[in-house]
């Protein structure tokens, strides 16, 4: 990556930049309010999106206001650079990748702007979140209804750019079938709001007067040809939607039949205007659902079903298929819930939905379909389910199968470039018959998933791009293109054409619908500055040197602190066997493979419940998202960022704000877990850097804890003497405006006696009291050594043989990066541990960070079987006390407490692990204690992030986003309960009560 403009592609779209690019970021830097990333690490963030492409952006610019966005396309047609705005850059064709400038709008340009409740119409920013706008409308009864699988993260204006389309198109019909205007700014600088035609007219003069009258004109010359060339399926979103003058849709555009001129614009993905706002069509959140799963043994069966389905009205039919049913039944997370959907071992199943005002209704439809499959054949073949909160989540899990499918480790890739043809339902069940025998012809395979009712069935072969996969790319794209044709379908049927399908535009519509089209092209944006090489004038789909792995990408020889060979493995694409760890090729043994997991679905912009990504939030920075540094990171390990990438500060800020809460590991579709990969690369980066005197403070903790004990009240006069914490903050970088935890003589270790033998008999456990839990909050180990004693358990107290220093997980060495020591802290855990695991004790602790760390990072450190042994027998006191409970041999008498509500914190680790349930389950043993769970994400302290100064601010704005307001609610009569030190901490500070670990509450309530 350089600072000059790319003059390739520039050159390519018939452009020659008059300004190189540091002039460029000068300008907007001096004339706009917005910001400016110019450098390389951003450019290489903005370089992806979901596609299999990688073009390295001019830069980046984030427009603060819409004055931005007219100054900063004014700046870049000074400039001859073109432009390419961006909402959430999930496109899976490649819109968004170019060599421009990409202005990015989901950062602030993402409000609401008018709502017309009794007209149904809301007007918005392009960047607000479809989730967002929804969550806004909800209390006035309605929403927007392209419900698309993207919702949590999504924007309008990207919605629009793509003519994305939902589940229940079939009943709410695609974007272009939901919005009535769009005002936008052309690449010349004028304006105009896109509407209905008449209205337009009356408010038009000069050049967009002109450019109606020229829109009108070749829609008029071409009447024939759109007749002839367009597919008469609701589901087609290639090309531009030049057919609204006579539509060739199954569906009408409007529902007066008149011609709206936003609709030219929606799916013309940025190529012809930017989006400043549009006015949305709302529909009444449907009162009633009832959803109806029709089991078949036979796929066939079910593609060939929908066509008479459809007929009874449903607003959904979604295909799941065998493969897909297989891999959710695999994650528990989703076993459950798919399990009630299915009658034996189906090859496929159909979720049917039914909505509408009237509960009886819906039923006596769903009645209905049962009645249909027995006439078609199959009695008995569909599970009724009427429950809203059954279909929610089985809706969760249908949703989640691309991302299931996308978690296959190695090169091989399920790729999307024919994933979303449209056939006509009648064809379906040939259509998906013949496409399966092309991808066997081709050494491959694809699963099957989503819009059944529409005929547009989700299907990716897995193509390895980086060997043979480019060339059976166009083979099979080829073979797709002929079926589609044959059936009269739609090459692009749901997301659009990037680079992936601008080619075929020119094979679906013919040359003379390309003339038309270069000429809307042409009138719109006559000096191609608008998002160049998308639907008109493109390169080929398999030009090679646009590729994210493009020929010569290799992974840099890395020798990595922590292990990462499951990831280094091959996966063959037909029977999906996985190669043995290691063997996978890959020159970091494996950490770039896991880096290359991050397939840029922006799943980690989410702000509903889950953690991911707490630093996201609060910044809504790409840099500080997870997606943003798995990219990073992959440019760095492939040796795109320069020699010294790995050790650099540009990847350094990047993961900086990550505050290691695991919340990717487990939210990620894939799998990304960054809190390891931080780990990982600041242990190179302290290897080169040195250690700070905080970070050796911090990492050191608990091998001077024993000493600092001693010296108690001298240490903790940094938060008594007047002065001391300004000078901590100078010295040390700790934020004087935090207390630090208080050390204490009394701790939990000290206040032990002897051990004593077991008696025959008793039920054993072992404790493993963590540095935090012996010198900090020693009544927390205290607490929890009296409520297994009652519970009759004879509990150990895990010790180092022939030490006096306490046992140690190690994590404040890998916060800091210093595996070695973490790795010397975990060998004595082990050792000490293994005895009693041997003899099947359980080993219990109670701070889930170290805990926890037993169960995951020690696995990662090479020490094999014994790593795997201790982390089978690890568990948190409250997994340990719902476990035993469960089993019914937990014999705990308790009492009710004084309150009769606990509010209650997971740790972030806690949630990694599915760990907060049995904290419920826990309290939940009290009489009379009502348990309400905080849906919070990182409480923003995270060991010693929230306590350096650099980091407050950003520390204090995650434990705003949710935690410290409903602690804040929270009346004095109810017990705060937080598992975490540094949770308990935060809300300390930021919310002045006290919290209380899960041991104390039950120690409080024992009998
Ligand atoms: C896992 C996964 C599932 C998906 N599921 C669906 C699905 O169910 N249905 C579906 O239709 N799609 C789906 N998609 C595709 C994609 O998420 C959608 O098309 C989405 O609407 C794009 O929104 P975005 O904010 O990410 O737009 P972006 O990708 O950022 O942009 C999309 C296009 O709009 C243009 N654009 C953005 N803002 C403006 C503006 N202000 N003015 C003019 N042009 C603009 C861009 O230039 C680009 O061409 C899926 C993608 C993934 C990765
Ligand atoms: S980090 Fe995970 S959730 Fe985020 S874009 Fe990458 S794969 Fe998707
Ligand atoms: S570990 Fe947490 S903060 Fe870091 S990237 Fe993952 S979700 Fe974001």
Request: charged share 25%; proline share 5%; aromatic share 6%.
């Amino acid at each position: 990556m350089n600072d000059s403009v790319p003059s390739r592609v520039l050159l390519s779209a018939g452009l020659q930049a008059r300004i190189d690019s540091q002039e460029l970021a000068g300008r907007l830097r001096k004339e706009t309010t917005g910001e400016v990333l110019f450098d390389r690490g951003s450019r290489g963030r903005y370089a992806t999106d979901a596609s299999i492409y990688q073009v390295e952006p001019v830069g980046v610019f984030v427009p603060r206001t819409p004055d931005d966005v007219a100054l900063a396309l004014a700046i870049a047609r000074d400039a001859r650079v073109p432009v390419l705005p961006r909402g959430a850059g999930t496109s899976q064709c490649g819109q968004t990748v170019g060599a421009a400038l990409v202005l990015d709008n989901s950062k602030y340009l993402n409000h609401v702007i008018a709502f017309d409740k009794e007209a149904m119409t809301v007007t918005v920013q392009p960047g607000i979140v479809l989730d967002h706008l929804n969550a806004w409308l909800k209390p006035h009864g309605l929403w927007f209804p392209v419900d698309v699988s993207t919702a949590a993260q999504c924007t309008l204006g990207g919605m629009a750019g793509n003519n994305s389309c939902g589940s229940r198109s079939l009943y709410y019909g695609n974007m272009v079938h939901n919005v009535v205007a769009i005002n936008a700014w052309l690449a010349d600088g004028s304006q105009a709001r896109f509407c209905e035609l008449d209205a337009m007219r009356a408010g038009a003069s000069g050049r967009i007067a002109r450019l109606v009258d020229t829109v009108e004109a070749i829609a008029v010359r071409e009447h024939a040809e759109i007749a002839e060339r367009y597919p008469k399926v609701l589901r087609r979103v290639g090309g531009y939607n030049l057919d609204i003058f006579h539509p060739q849709s199954e569906r009408p555009y409007t529902r007066d039949g008149s011609v709206n001129l936003a609709h030219l614009l929606v799916g013309s993905e940025g190529t012809l205007a930017y989006t400043g706002q549009i006015t949305l069509a709302l529909a009444p959140l449907p009162k009633a659902k009832a959803l109806g799963i029709v089991n078949f043994t036979d796929f066939s069966k079910a593609m060939d079903s929908t066509r008479h389905i459809v007929k009874l009205g449903p607003v959904a039919v979604e295909l799941v298929d065998r493969t897909m049913i297989e891999l959710a039944r695999g994650n528990p997370a989703f076993r459950p819930t798919i399990e009630k959907a299915l009658i034996g071992k189906p090859d496929a199943i159909l979720l049917v939905e039914f909505a509408g005002e009237d509960r009886a209704e819906q039923l006596r439809r769903l009645k209905n379909l049962v009645d249909l499959m027995g006439d078609l054949g199959l009695p008995g073949s569909v599970v009724e389910m009427p429950d809203e909160q059954e279909q929610k989540a089985l809706w969760e899990v249908r949703k989640a199968g691309l991302n299931i499918m996308m978690s296959l480790k190695g090169d091989g890739k399920p790729v999307s470039f024919i994933e979303d043809c449209a056939v006509p339902l009648e064809h379906l069940a040939e259509y998906t018959d013949q496409l399966t025998e092309v991808f066997a012809r081709h050494g491959t395979r694809g699963t099957w998933y989503a819009h059944a009712s529409v005929g547009t069935l989700h299907v990716r072969p897995i193509l390895d791009l980086r060997r043979d996969g480019s060339a059976k790319m166009r083979a099979i794209a080829e073979e797709a293109a002929s079926l589609v044709r044959r059936y009269k379908g739609a090459f692009s049927g749901e997301h659009g054409d990037g680079l992936v399908r601008s080619e075929w535009v020119d094979w679906q519509f013919g040359e003379r619908m390309m003339g038309a089209f270069a000429g809307i092209k042409d009138a719109f944006d006559p000096d191609g500055l608008m998002n160049p090489g998308k639907i008109v004038r493109a390169t080929k789909m398999d030009d090679a040197s646009l590729y994210r792995f493009k020929p010569g990408y290799a992974e840099q020889p890395l020798r990595t602190a922590l292990d990462w060979s499951a990831w280094n493995v091959q996966t063959d694409p037909v029977t999906e066997e996985v190669s043995a760890p290691g063997t996978g090729g890959d020159a970091s043994g494996g950490f770039a493979k896991a880096i290359e997991m991050c397939n840029n679905n922006g799943h980690c912009r989410k702000f509903d419940s889950g953690t991911m990504c707490p630093s996201y939030r609060v910044t809504k920075d790409e840099q500080h998202l997870t997606r943003g540094r798995a990219n990073t990171l992959r440019l760095a390990v492939s040796g795109q960022l320069g020699p010294d990438a790995m050790t650099s500060e540009t990847l350094h800020e990047t993961l900086d704000l990550c505050v290691g809460c695991k919340g990717c590991k487990r939210d990620c579709p894939t799998g990304i877990d960054m809190a390891r990969m931080k780990t990982e690369f600041l242990y190179h980066y302290r290897k080169r850097h040195g250690m700070r005197l905080k970070d050796k403070l911090v990492a050191n903790l608990p091998r001077y804890a024993p000493w600092a004990a001693k010296f108690a009240p001298l240490l903790n006069l940094r938060d008594r003497l007047p002065g001391a914490a300004r000078l901590s903050e100078h010295w040390l970088g700790l934020s004087a405006k935090r207390s630090l935890p208080r050390w204490r003589a009394d701790t939990f270790m000290a206040g032990l006696g002897a051990p004593a033998a077991a008696p025959a008999e008793a039920a054993e456990v072992v404790l493993f009291a963590d540095t935090f839990n012996n010198y900090f909050e020693s009544e927390n180990a205290g607490a929890a050594l009296r409520v297994l004693r009652a519970a009759g358990y004879h509990v150990h107290v895990a010790q180092a043989k022939g030490e006096t220093r306490p046992l140690c997980c190690g994590r404040t060495y890998l916060a800091a990066g210093q595996v070695d020591q973490a790795k010397q802290e975990a060998r004595r855990s082990i050792d000490a541990l293994l005895p009693f695991v041997a003899r099947g004790i359980p080993v219990v602790g109670l701070e889930p960070s170290c805990l926890l760390t037993m169960r995951d990072e020690f696995l990662a450190y090479g020490f094999g079987e014994e790593a795997r042994a201790l982390a089978g027998a690890a568990l948190l006191f409250e997994e340990f006390i719902a476990r035993e409970s469960k089993a019914g041999r937990l014999s705990l008498k308790l009492k009710a407490l004084p309150q009769s509500t606990a509010l209650l914190h997971g740790h972030c680790h806690q949630k990694a692990f599915d760990a907060v349930k049995p904290v419920q389950a826990v309290l939940g043993l009290i009489p009379g204690l009502e348990v309400k769970l905080i849906e919070s994400s990182c409480c923003g302290m995270a060991g010693s992030f929230g306590y350096e100064a650099k980091h407050y601010e950003v520390s204090m704005k995650m434990g705003e986003l949710a935690l410290l307001p409903a602690v804040r609610q929270a009346g004095t009569d109810t017990l705060i309960v937080a598992d975490g030190t540094s949770c308990r901490h935060q809300i300390l500070d930021g919310a002045g009560r006290e919290a209380l670990h899960v041991a104390r509450v039950l120690e409080a309530a024992l009998a």
